[in-house]
Antibody, heavy 117, light 111 residues
Framework: EVPLLESGGGLVQPGGSLRLSCAAS????????MTWVRQAPGKGLEWVST????????YYADSVKGRFTISSDNSQSTLYLQMNSLRAEDTAVYYC??????????WGQGTLVTVSS | QSALTQPASVSGSPGQSITISCTGT?????????VSWYQQHPGKAPKLMIY???KRPSGVSNRFSGSKSGNTASLTISGLQAEDEVDYYC???????????FGGGTKLTVL
């Protein structure tokens, strides 16, 4: 059983939209904050967004604020990231991760988003 | 939301110990004991190695240890092995606005 499984990545034109999903299993989804982290090709990790447990407050990196929206469906144990007004610099592998004891564990396998014309 | 500062690369010989530093500010590393370290193999998802500055998750080798002094956290790997030759990232809680900040990553070379 894979604890976190992302989907929804792909090729999109600049200015376009994409919705990523992260299906969770093996833990009580509602009791943990969940986070999206991205990694541009050949670059380091960048925190993108967090939703606290039980549909609580949401947080965004300045680089995506106003364009990305994080949400969750507790009945489906699924995390989402709606990405609008996509830019070339949003090209990255997007990972979802469970927040645990002030860290991220586990991580999904990642889904690649490519923004290009 | 400035990234934490890590050396781009460190190296050591098999059996030796190395330390990777992670320098932040009084708004993140210096204030919160929520520093974590991740190991990442090429093309794979990061793996948690250290949490809350110095705690090891179940299953992580005791060759990995963490510490913090002021605004700088450190990851020490003792008894270097060839399999340790991958990338390492630090991360710190940055408060209610910033939430989380990562370091730029360090590539470890085992000579």
């Amino acid at each position: 059983e894979v604890p976190l499984l992302e989907s929804g990545g792909g090729l999109v034109q600049p200015g376009g939209s994409l919705r990523l999903s992260c299906a969770a299993s093996g833990f009580t989804f509602t009791t943990y904050a969940m986070t999206w982290v991205r990694q541009a090709p050949g670059k380091g990790l960048e925190w993108v967004s967090t939703i606290t447990d039980n549909h609580g407050p949401t947080y965004y990196a300045d680089s995506v604020k106003g364009r990305f929206t994080i949400s969750s469906d507790n009945s489906q144990s699924t995390l989402y990231l709606q990405m609008n007004s996509l830019r070339a610099e949003d090209t990255a592998v997007y990972y979802c991760a469970k927040e645990w004891e002030g860290s991220f564990d586990p991580w999904g396998q990642g889904t690649l988003v490519t923004v290009s014309s | 939301q400035s990234a934490l500062t890590q050396p781009a690369s460190v190296s050591g010989s098999p059996g030796q110990s190395i330390t990777i530093s992670c320098t932040g500010t009084s708004s993140d590393v210096g204030t919160y004991n929520l520093v974590s370290w991740y190991q990442q193999h090429p093309g794979k998802a990061p793996k948690l190695m250290i949490y809350e500055v110095s705690k090891r998750p179940s299953g992580v080798s005791n060759r990995f240890s963490g510490s913090k002094s002021g605004n700088t956290a450190s990851l020490t790997i003792s008894g270097l092995q060839a399999e340790d030759e991958v990338d390492y990232y630090c991360c710190s809680y940055g408060g209610s606005r910033t939430r989380w900040v990562f370091g730029g990553g360090t590539k470890l070379t085992v000579l």
